[in-house]
């Protein structure tokens, strides 16, 4: 029987075993798994300068990108703001428009440029035979480019 098998260590540790790899002892199996695992692991953790190159380059384009359509976005909505403050100015200077020209409107008395016209300046109405009916071809104006014969 050997001592050392059922021999009892005194102390508060127990002593490491003498493990020694022999260099020309062939690797197991499941040690080539943990080197090849390992050559794994450093080769995802390591980035070429292209791999880099090509994210710093994405991540410039990306971040022009998002700049341009911010301030594309800050531009349409001051455009909006402008079409808005333009249709309330148009919409102004109509209503102001209108009044102005209803108070023209009221301001001529018919009855009097009647008066005026046929007493004063003698003025008749015009005989059914008188009255010439045309058609236009558009509805802006009408344009005489010569006398009308009598």
């Given at each position: 029987?050997?001592?050392?098998?059922?021999?009892?260590?005194?102390?508060?540790?127990?002593?490491?075993?003498?493990?020694?790899i022999?260099?020309?002892?062939?690797?197991?199996?499941?040690?080539?798994?943990?080197?090849?695992?390992?050559?794994?692991?450093?080769?995802?953790?390591?980035?070429?300068?292209?791999?880099?190159?090509?994210?710093?380059?994405?991540?410039?384009?990306?971040?022009?990108?998002?700049?341009?359509?911010?301030?594309?976005?800050?531009?349409?909505?001051?455009?909006?703001?402008?079409?808005?403050?333009?249709?309330?100015?148009?919409?102004?200077?109509?209503?102001?428009?209108?009044?102005?020209?209803?108070?023209?409107i009221?301001?001529?008395?018919?009855?009097?440029?009647?008066?005026?016209?046929?007493?004063?300046?003698?003025?008749?109405?015009?005989?059914?035979?008188?009255?010439?009916?045309?058609?236009?071809?558009?509805?802006?104006?009408?344009?005489?480019?010569?006398?009308?014969?009598?």
């Amino acid at each position: 029987m050997s001592t050392t098998r059922n021999a009892y260590v005194y102390g508060n540790t127990v002593r490491k075993p003498d493990v020694r790899i022999d260099v020309y002892q062939k690797p197991t199996h499941k040690a080539l798994r943990e080197i090849e695992g390992e050559n794994k692991r450093q080769k995802k953790m390591h980035m070429s300068m292209l791999y880099v190159a090509f994210l710093a380059c994405a991540t410039l384009f990306l971040g022009y990108s998002l700049i341009s359509y911010i301030r594309l976005q800050a531009e349409i909505t001051s455009s909006v703001d402008r079409i808005g403050y333009y249709e309330q100015e148009l919409n102004n200077l109509t209503l102001a428009n209108d009044d102005e020209y209803s108070k023209m409107i009221n301001a001529v008395d018919l009855e009097e440029v009647r008066r005026i016209a046929v007493e004063e300046l003698g003025m008749v109405y015009a005989d059914s035979d008188q009255v010439i009916t045309y058609t236009r071809e558009n509805s802006d104006y009408v344009r005489q480019l010569k006398d009308i014969a009598d």
